[in-house]
Nanobody
């Protein structure tokens, strides 16, 4: 059974850092496109960063220069390093995946492009 499990959320003050992890099981990890989305209360789910099996990566403008994605293929895990966090980064963060999805440079995939989702991990940034 395909599963995604997030961890690493928490509460920090503005300017702080957190590292989120997304561990995939039941997949051929090397074929995955994996993305992080987030959803704040009352708002739509929005894309944060995505990486495909060719390591093509795309970031949302709001997080460029602050968030960094990395893969550990041996552990089937994707990491999201979040630095210089801002209160507006407060949201539930979700890991999403699709097999053999390729990213176009400059194009962020839609949440509808991902059939597999984790349960989410909460990130709260206080001012």
């Amino acid at each position: 059974e395909e599963q995604l499990e997030e961890s690493g959320g928490g509460s920090v003050q503005a300017g702080g850092s957190l590292r989120l992890s997304c561990t995939a099981s039941g997949f051929t990890y090397s074929r995955l496109c994996v993305a992080w989305f987030r959803q704040a209360p009352g708002k739509d789910r929005e894309g944060v960063v995505a990486i495909d099996s060719d390591n093509t990566t795309t970031y949302a403008e709001s997080v460029k220069g602050r968030f960094t994605i990395s893969n550990d293929n041996a552990k089937n895990t994707l990491y999201l390093q979040m630095d210089n966090l801002k209160p507006e980064d407060t949201a539930m963060y979700y890991c999403a995946a699709e097999v053999d999805l390729r990213l176009w440079i400059g194009y962020f995939p839609r949440k509808q492009d991902f059939p597999y989702w984790g349960q989410g991990t909460q990130v709260t940034v206080s001012s």
